[in-house]
């Protein structure tokens, strides 16, 4: 049994599919050319700071009068000492000197770090209509806020007591992400050890748990995985990794042709990049801090240690050293332009039989 018209009145969208958002991909233009079409485009602004964040919101109400979703990392900001990152960023600079590329330890200290706190204000001040989030819950005041302002909230869950969590806390919609998702996985439930749950699994699960309407991720790109996630209890699909290769996507062109190539076995999950679990494509960077031995500093500080490497890299369009998320289906990514792989959506849905 699935809901589609209900998610769909809910979000004020015509068609039940949703544009992942995907921090460092995805783009203002992207999020409006879904919008635009019917289906739900994302504005990936984790972490980001509060006139960044402005910014790209400001810049995709130019592109479409349509709704659209603000994603948010709810993750905390953890207290640390400089010293505890000192092994980190010495193999950091060394691994980035072997590799042709200056770091600088100044750039490696002294982070500033963001989260939903910084933004909530913001997204009420611009009226965002979504509000969908990682890593965590809002916490009861930013909902209340949000709430008050008629926002519709979705959270993410990777296991069922996230789901349960969610729907107590009065979140509208459930995000379910399978272990085949690209990127970061949402887990936020830490005495779980990390749930590696399939989508195929975990959907009949949240639904029989859970009243909320669901949409489900990870893996879905084809009229086959659409049929499987809506026999299987999803009301609407969200789709990340099939928009990594489109000309909106701001992923370097290394990036996109790797993936091209990707097989079932070419992604893991991997903490080496952020300090989160995350699912990318293997290669280089990712192997040389599995295989150091050096303890990786949790989320957000991994991150931040990477992050001007990574930086480097891209701008030189070297994919070797710099994070490739993917999922695990994405070797039938195709299509040149966002509107291009939505309108293939688009077919895939309609050619099911409801
Ligand atoms: C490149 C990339 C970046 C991502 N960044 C985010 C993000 O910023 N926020 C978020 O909620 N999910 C993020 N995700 C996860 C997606 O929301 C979604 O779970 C996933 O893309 C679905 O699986 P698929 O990639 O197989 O379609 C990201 C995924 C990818 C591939």
């Not at 928009?243 to 991997?270: M, Q, R, V």
Request: with cysteine.
């Amino acid at each position: 049994m699935t809901n589609r018209k209900a998610i769909t009145d809910i979000l004020k969208i015509k068609h039940p599919i949703v544009q992942a958002p995907m921090l460092g991909v995805s783009t203002p233009e992207m999020a409006a050319v879904v919008s635009n079409e019917g289906g739900l485009g994302s504005l990936a602004v984790g972490g980001l700071s509060p006139v960044v964040t402005r910014d790209l919101i400001r810049k995709t109400k130019s592109l479409t009068n349509q709704p659209f979703a603000v994603n948010l990392f709810t993750h905390e900001i953890p207290a640390y000492a400089e010293s505890e990152l000192e092994p980190m960023r010495n193999f950091l600079i060394e691994l980035a000197h072997k590799r042709g590329y200056s770091l600088n330890k100044e750039a490696l200290t002294s982070f500033k770090f963001y989260n939903h706190l910084d933004q909530i204000d913001i997204l009420v001040e611009e009226g965002i209509a979504v509000v969908s989030f990682t890593f965590g819950c809002l916490d009861a005041q930013s909902i209340g806020i949000l709430k008050q302002n008629n926002c519709i909230l979705i959270g993410t869950a990777t296991c069922v007591e996230e789901a349960l969590y969610l729907e107590e806390q009065k979140i509208d919609l459930i995000t379910v992400q399978g272990i085949e998702a690209g990127g970061h996985r949402g887990t936020f439930i830490n005495d779980i050890s990390l749930p590696q749950v399939g989508l195929f699994s975990l959907l009949p699960q949240i639904k029989k748990a859970v009243k909320l309407p669901i949409i489900a991720a990870g893996g879905i790109n084809s009229v086959e995985t659409m049929k499987a996630a809506f026999d299987l209890g999803a009301d609407a699909l969200q789709i990340g990794t099939a928009f990594i290769g489109t000309k909106e996507s701001i992923a370097i062109s290394s990036y996109k042709e790797k993936l091209l190539k990707t097989k079932d076995t070419d992604t893991t999950l991997t903490r080496a990049f952020s300090g989160r679990w995350a699912r990318g494509i293997r290669n280089e960077m990712m192997a040389e801090i599995e295989q150091s031995g050096i303890a990786v500093p949790p989320y957000p500080l991994q991150n931040s240690l990477t992050a001007m490497f990574r930086k480097l890299a891209q701008q030189n369009n070297d994919s070797d050293y710099t994070n490739l998320w993917a999922g695990q289906n994405a070797a039938q990514v195709k299509g040149k332009s966002t509107k291009q792989v939505f309108e293939g959506l688009m077919g895939f849905y309609y050619s099911l039989h409801d």
